[in-house]
């Protein structure tokens, strides 16, 4: 519990202010006594520890029911229920768990695996900070701690009494009776999977699953509360992701020779819409978020984001003799998020091992692992935001006054559009070292790593009079070339006991090589009195409101660091005696 001012120091604190002309504490102390300052003075009302009257002890309660069983169908089934009381009252969350793993050979080549979760969360809260449109300059942990800790007997026998000297903050119980959060939230996994052996050293595999997810969130406040009309809020999530993949998978030994082949093709699709309303002028507010239709100003959202995702790729492994090992891998992966111009891509991989401590002429019996690595490849990022490539149109609201409506909906785009956006991609090279000494008890890994990034996804700031603030673009690249080197021992293992010791040291650098675009230039003083002129673009301000707030956190330069911290050099903090 947090450590505040009991009844006599909140006394003692108005009595200081009261006697430097505060009004307010003056009012209220002449509320918390009758005849204040008179011999004849005598409290009204009650102490609270407001505190110690809506924070207690959680109760928990959990009940776990499983069944196992394998008469041809192997199977395993659970379901749980797990309740808990918060620690203030009127809060309480509950939760219902099931699982089901089913495994059966249909046949002599074709099997069967598929596995279920659900899973239902029931909660209610009592709001907090930063709860969005509610606002997050009153909140009932806020209340808890700096409302006075006495009430009137007009506010004890009356939970709507609103005491005319203190309208600043409602009370604890006022927030307990008048105000809640509440959230439904259930999600469903199921998972199916078939395995048909074509040979012994073949199969195939094809997988699909779907992640279904509903969350529905409440908030209210009644006018008790925001000591306005009653405020609240309804958001209505669901979103699922589907996957199917299929795998051709082939191992083959033929002597010292080991073959590990397998050719896939994948697809997912995610999908997620909201919708959302929100009203802080409820005028019928005894049914709570029930009547948010009652409000003439309510507001009302919707967004809904589809996307796909399509790949097909192949991978190799050629082993011999656990001595030389080559690995090539190659997919073309698929984004909805681009244009049909560019929305596939290839990625293409090698890599390849030598295990010299395997060589017949390695003598040196201490070494117990001597392996080189090397390989490359490239990589694809498309994490950009969905419909970029396209012209689509976005609702706001507007705060004009038409018929006694708040607000009113407008309709406009909301996306400057990019038809050439196509994947991100990292070249990628890195070489390696495996080394390890007694069976082990020693072992050192190295591994050394230049890693260039091009067509860099990001969002690109224009002119206000192009409508928009921003657009997606793909410019400039990223250089990163670093080392990392892992040491792990064992300096004690006897008897079951073993104690080890483990250190990893890193040293990466990373430089800016192309902005993508001309840029600014300017001369920059990196050694005093050096001048060197740079190409350069600089990130957000550190806020507003005044000249030194409005300037910018970072610089981005060409042939530098990413993210230089820029602005002005300090001179010191100005000490007592001190002139600035």
């Known amino acids: 519990k947090i450590d505040v001012l009991g009844f006599d120091e909140y006394v003692s604190y108005l009595e200081l202010r009261s006697a430097i002309g505060n009004p307010y504490s003056n009012s209220l102390l002449n509320s918390i006594y009758e005849n204040y300052g008179t011999p004849e003075q005598s409290m009204t009302g009650e102490v609270r520890n407001w505190q110690n009257q809506y924070l207690g002890n959680s109760l928990r309660q959990r009940y776990y029911f499983s069944a196992s069983g394998n008469n041809k169908i192997y199977y395993n089934a659970s379901v749980g ?36 979760n659900f899973a239902y969360i029931r909660s209610r809260m009592m709001q907090g900070a930063g709860s969005g449109d509610q606002g997050v300059s009153s909140s009932f942990i806020k209340s808890l701690v700096i409302y006075r800790p006495w009430v009137s007997i007009e506010e004890k026998e009356n939970e709507k009494y609103e005491d005319e000297s203190d309208l600043s903050i409602s009370s604890p119980t006022k927030w307990v009776n008048d ?13 199916i999977s078939l395995t048909y052996n074509i040979a012994r050293w073949i199969n195939f595999k094809s997988s699909a699953g779907i992640d279904y997810h509903m969350q529905e969130m409440a908030k209210y406040k009644g006018p008790t509360v925001s000591k306005s009309p009653a405020s609240g809020s309804v958001q209505y999530s669901e979103f699922y992701n589907l996957n199917w993949d299929n795998t051709l998978n ?44 009652s409000s003439p100003s309510a507001k009302f959202t919707y967004s809904e984001v589809n996307e796909s995702k399509m790949s097909f790729f192949a991978r190799a492994i050629y082993n011999y003799a656990d001595r030389y090992v080559i690995t090539g891998t190659y997919r073309v992966d698929g984004s909805s998020r681009f244009a049909p111009k560019n929305r596939f891509s290839s990625f293409p991989s090698l890599a390849a091992a030598w295990r010299v401590n395997k060589e017949r002429w390695f003598k040196a019996p201490v070494i117990s692992m001597l392996k080189l690595r090397a390989g490359w490849g490239l990589v694809g990022n498309c994490s950009v935001k969905p419909y970029q490539y396209m012209s689509t149109y976005g609702h706001a609201y507007e705060g004009y006054h038409f018929n006694d409506a708040g607000y009113i909906t407008t309709l406009g785009p909301n996306v400057l559009t990019n038809e050439d956006l196509k994947w991100e991609t990292t070249d ?21 790593y230049y890693k260039n990034t091009y067509d860099l996804l990001q969002s690109r700031i224009v002119t206000y009079n192009s409508g928009f603030s921003n657009m997606y673009v793909n410019q400039g690249s990223i250089l990163n070339k670093g080392v990392e080197i892992t040491l792990e021992t064992v300096p004690v293992s006897i008897r079951g006991f073993e104690w080890k010791l483990s250190g990893n040291i890193s040293f990466n650098r990373n430089t800016l090589t192309d902005l993508g675009y001309e840029g600014n230039a300017d001369d920059f003083y990196f050694t005093p009195g050096v001048k060197t002129q740079q190409r350069y673009y600089t990130g957000a301000n550190i806020g507003s409101g005044g000249y030194h707030s409005e300037q910018p956190v970072n610089i981005y330069m060409q042939g530098q660091p990413i993210g230089l911290f820029y602005g002005y050099k300090t001179d010191g903090l100005v000490q007592e005696g001190e002139y600035g």
Not at 179 to 191: A, F, G, M
Not at 255 to 281: E, P, R, W
């Open 179 to 191: 105000s809640y959060q509440t959230r439904n939230e259930t999600r469903v996994t199921p998972n």
């Open 428 to 448: 990628q090279w890195n070489v390696g070292l495996d080394f390890g000494m007694w069976d082990g008890r020693l072992t050192v890994v190295a591994d050394a």
């Open 250 to 293: 082939a191992k083959k030994k033929f002597k010292k020779h080991n073959i590990d082949a397998m050719l896939g093709f994948s697809i997912g699709q995610n999908c997620k819409n909201t919708s959302y309303v929100f009203s802080d002028d409820i005028t019928q507010y005894g049914m709570g978020t029930d009547n948010l239709d």
């Open 81 to 116: 229920y797990n309740k808990s009381d918060g620690i203030v009252q009127n809060t309480s969350s509950e939760q219902i768990t099931a699982r089901l793993n089913l495994s059966a050979k249909l046949t002599k080549k074709l099997r069967l695996e598929s596995k279920v």
